[in-house]
């Protein structure tokens, strides 16, 4: 088998892990840690296929996203942090009165 | 041969400790796991010799973001209902739906067969990486930091504006 096939093989199942985390765990903290995985599986095939191409464009846009990911995390938190504390709980099912 | 043996270490370890997070109870060792997963995701890019992605890769994710999710976590330690039943009822289905979108991917990778040799696989320096990024890519290096500026802005106002409500 190839190395970049098993390599991009390795970041599906990633993607796939973190998808499931999404949909079935129930903390809104591992959900958010889940969300981290998919973005590094899908990390992983973008520096596979980069470094199969030889480009360091492609290390570029890696460190981009990067930049963004921790961005965003910047921003989930306190939005957690504050549903937490009005919430006094981290089960997303406590949210669902959430609309509009 | 010790390269490819380290490659199947890692990448065995890096899948292995994303179904750790999926059954782990406590957020606590959800991180961890985490942790894990990128350091080894890290050791993959150094393996491949992209160290640049390797280094920023430790420095910034379990530098930086999970060293804050932990802070987090160790703040809002709360026993609620998601910590008594881990899974919702969407279970099956989730899961269903994920093996699904892994065999379709591995299939159609499979079937694709190997890649053609490209010129050679890249093992550049952080040399290479910098002239690249600062020569051509200089309006997205200060794209991405008017982002963040922006990003620590709107945390702290997220902040406050919790403060101001309860207060």
């Given at each position: ?58 290390a570029v846009l890696v460190f981009l996203v990067f930049v963004v ?32 | ?111 694709g067969g190997a890649a053609p040799e490209a010129p050679g696989g ?46």
């Amino acid at each position: 088998m190839d190395k970049t096939q098993l390599l991009v093989a390795l970041g599906v199942a990633l993607f796939a892990a973190g998808f499931v985390g999404i949909v079935v765990r129930r903390n809104a903290l591992v959900m958010l840690m889940c969300m981290e995985l998919m973005l590094n599986g899908v990390n992983l095939t973008l520096v596979s296929f980069a470094q199969r191409m030889g480009s360091t464009e492609g290390a570029v846009l890696v460190f981009l996203v990067f930049v963004v990911g921790a961005a965003e995390i910047a921003i989930a938190i306190p939005i957690l942090l504050l549903l937490a504390r009005a919430r006094r709980t981290l089960d997303v099912e406590a949210y669902a009165d959430l609309k509009g | 041969m010790i390269e490819d043996l380290l490659l199947g270490v890692f990448a065995s370890a890096a899948a292995l400790s994303a179904i750790a997070m999926l059954v782990a109870r406590h957020p606590m060792r959800v991180a961890i796991a985490l942790i894990v997963c990128m350091l080894a995701l890290a050791g993959i890019y150094a393996l491949l010799g992209v160290h640049v992605i390797a280094v920023f890769q430790v420095l910034i994710y379990v530098g930086a973001v999970m060293v804050f999710i932990v802070y987090v976590i160790m703040l809002v330690d709360m026993r609620d209902n998601a910590f008594a039943s881990r899974y919702s009822w969407l279970l099956v289905p989730g899961a269903v739906v994920a093996a699904a979108l892994v065999a379709a991917i591995c299939d159609a990778l499979w079937r694709g067969g190997a890649a053609p040799e490209a010129p050679g696989g890249a093992r550049f320096g952080i040399q290479a990486f910098s002239e690249t990024f600062l020569n051509e890519y200089w309006l997205y290096f200060e794209l991405v930091s008017v982002l963040l500026v922006a990003a620590v802005v709107a945390a702290i106002s997220v902040v406050k504006l919790g403060i101001g409500r309860r207060g």
